[in-house]
């Protein structure tokens, strides 16, 4: 009875506020209200942060992809924040699971079909992976989901290698040098520019590979560490298998 | 619009459904792939909602690792819930 109350109140509650997201008509209409140009409805706003966005994003950054020169230009140091909260939960992880990863558990042979399957298709994912992370100024993407791909990549790897899994010391270095590096260009910026995590290198040309000046560095950075912590993550769960 | 609109809804109800189920069941298992599946539903609607970054986050780490991970605790530890 309660249940079914609970679910009836939570499904109403859904249908009010979805009712007025797609009309777009009470709650988030004080939001809006001049200069801001809609661009898929054409409808004109006053809402002046995003037009800033949109229309100083090219000369201050030179990076294509808007959303990556907030995430890395403007809230640098947030993204630092953020990659320091994975690199913690990974650690707690690791440190909790270390007296539970010499338990050991039955060995499962991976079918034919599985292991064949990733040997073809295991270096396309970590390719799409790794350009999604050095592209990511220029199209949709960046450090954290290309990670994230290579890492799906590493999963099948553990998956089929059931006795080795992952080389656990060559993660912990790549993600070790990933993260000095990140901090090491914002210090530089600090050297170069007067402020941490401040644009140092020439903005090049806009929307070529080598433009928008550290960010491709950053996210290439981001890139190999997300990925590294996730397959570490995995790894570690997965435990050691002893025949 | 209407075929937005449309489109919309059924991925809402496909992110939904999944969720309500992998709340009501016993079987772990079962609901972490109801869960899997409705990040992916999820990513699908990040998509449709022209947020390109997000789904491609969403379902990397939605759909692939964070099942991976419910697999490999419920493994450790039981499959159904008392």
Known sequence: MKKALAAVISIAIFIVLSYFFLTGSAPIDYLKGGNYTDPITGEQYNHSVPQQYVEDTKNDTGASNVVTAIVVEYRGFDTLGEVTVLFTAATGLALLLDELKRRTLPVVDPNFILKSAVKVVLPFIILVGAYIFIHGHLTPGGGFPGGAVIAAGFLLMILVHTTRGLPERKLSITESLAGISYVLIGLLGLVFANEFLQNYLPLGNFTMLFSAGIIPLIYIAIGFKVGSELGGIMHNLKGVHEE | ?82
């Not at chain 2, 709340?23 to 990513?43: C, H, N, P, Q």
């Not at chain 2, 909602?49 to 991970?69: K, W």
Request: hydrophobic share 70%; proline share 2%; aromatic share 10%.
């Open chain 2, 1 to 82: 619009m209407m075929l937005f609109t449309f489109i919309a809804w059924v991925l809402a109800v496909l992110v939904i459904a999944p969720a309500i189920y992998a709340v009501e069941t016993k079987d772990l298992l079962s609901a972490a792939i109801a869960v899997g599946f409705a990040d992916l539903a999820a990513a699908i609607l990040f998509l449709v909602l022209q947020a390109p970054d997000v789904a491609i986050t969403q379902a990397a780490i939605g759909a692939g690792i964070t099942l991976a991970i419910f697999v490999y605790a419920i493994r450790r530890t039981e499959r159904w819930e008392k």
